[in-house]
């Protein structure tokens, strides 16, 4: 059972000494297993590593965020909003997958819902790109379906200088790329770019 939905809010001051030692579940350290937990807990444990993939290209990005901003942070709220919605709801199991009654989501609805309120989450409107200042020089631009934070970090060339900025005039075609990725599996074409 994931940790309550409420305490993710509060201020976390672990005992330093026996048995936490410092460390709570909801901790940032813990936020991936939280995850894990809530995706198994709504029942979407065939979705466990689509979600870890896609979270993955995004490991490291958090250091040049705000708290708040968080990839893994955001998403374990998203679950366990959506935990507290599932429990403060009546759902009817059903033994067809397809079958809906009022009430109950399929798993494909689920995933749908949980899809779009992680786009809305801010690190997903981050972009960045290697750019040595010197025109015509194209920049290198970080597309995260395609390279993880840290592969593009260590790309470097020469005297390129990282930029990192929040955009969210040019993503709608990002946030439809993701959405497809995490519910279909696909990754957008060289043609379609990213």
């Keep these: ?12 001051s672990p005992e330093r000494g026996y048995p936490q030692f410092g460390r709570d579940e909801m901790d940032r350290v813990h ?11 709504l029942g979407l444990n065939d979705w466990l590593a689509q979600v870890m993939h896609w979270l993955g290209n995004y ?12 990839p893994v942070i955001g998403v374990r709220k998203v679950l366990l909003d959506h935990i507290t919605k599932q429990e403060s709801s009546v759902l009817e199991p059903t ?5 809906m009654r009022p009430g109950a989501l399929n798993s494909m609805a689920l995933k749908q819902a949980i899809v779009a309120d ?22 290198r631009v970080w597309v995260p379906l395609r390279q993880s934070w840290m592969e593009f970090r260590e790309s470097r060339e020469g005297e390129e200088h990282k930029s990192v900025w929040y955009s969210e005039s040019a993503q709608p075609r990002q946030r439809r790329q993701l959405s497809d990725f995490l519910l279909l599996g696909t990754l957008p074409t060289e043609r379609e770019g990213a």
């Design 118 to 139: 992680c786009l809305k989450l801010d690190f997903v409107s981050y972009c960045a790109s290697w750019d040595a200042g010197v025109p015509p020089r194209a920049r």
């Design 31 to 41: 936020a991936i297993f939280v995850i894990a937990r809530a995706l198994a807990q």
């Design 95 to 99: 033994s067809d997958p397809c079958e």
């Design 1 to 12: 059972m994931p940790p309550r939905l409420r305490s993710q809010y509060e201020r976390h």
């Design 59 to 70: 490991d490291g990005l958090e250091t040049m965020l705000e708290d708040w901003e968080d």
